[in-house]
């Protein structure tokens, strides 16, 4: 499967963002799917996941009760909510999916990784 994240951009602290997360190939319907990021000069770091029917999330606990992760299985998509945004959240976001009754909150969980989308929040 290969998926393409979008909706990065340049924003202010405070604001909000959606990223999306568009699978091709094949449908992820049956994948756990995440997403991750990685600030410049630092490792990839876990933000959200979601199980493969929607019942179930998880968050790091630095993006819980600002972030929310959702998925719409009949268009092969996945989303991220960005609420109240920090500079801390500046970093490269990748979605990732993960076999089927996988968690999804490790790299090593990973079984399809996409391009990246940049988001910069300005203080």
């Known amino acids: 499967v290969q998926l393409q994240a979008s909706g990065g951009g340049l924003v202010q602290a405070g604001d909000s963002l959606r990223l999306s997360c568009t699978a091709s190939?094949?449908?992820?319907?049956?994948?756990?799917m995440a997403w991750f990021r990685q600030a410049p000069g630092k490792e990839r770091d876990f933000v959200a996941a979601?199980?493969?029917?929607?019942?179930?999330?998880n968050y790091a606990d630095s993006t819980k009760g600002r972030f929310i992760i959702s998925r719409d299985n009949d268009k092969s998509m996945v989303f991220l909510q960005m609420n109240s945004l920090k500079p801390e959240d500046t970093a490269a976001y990748f979605c990732?999916?993960?076999?089927?009754?996988?968690?999804?909150?490790?790299?090593?969980?990973?079984?399809?990784w996409g391009k990246g989308t940049l988001v910069t929040v300005s203080s």
């Open positions: 990732a999916a993960c076999p089927y009754g996988s968690p999804c909150h490790r790299e090593s969980f990973v079984a399809s």
């Open positions: 979601i199980t493969w029917s929607g019942d179930s999330t």
């Open positions: 190939g094949r449908t992820i319907y049956r994948n756990s």
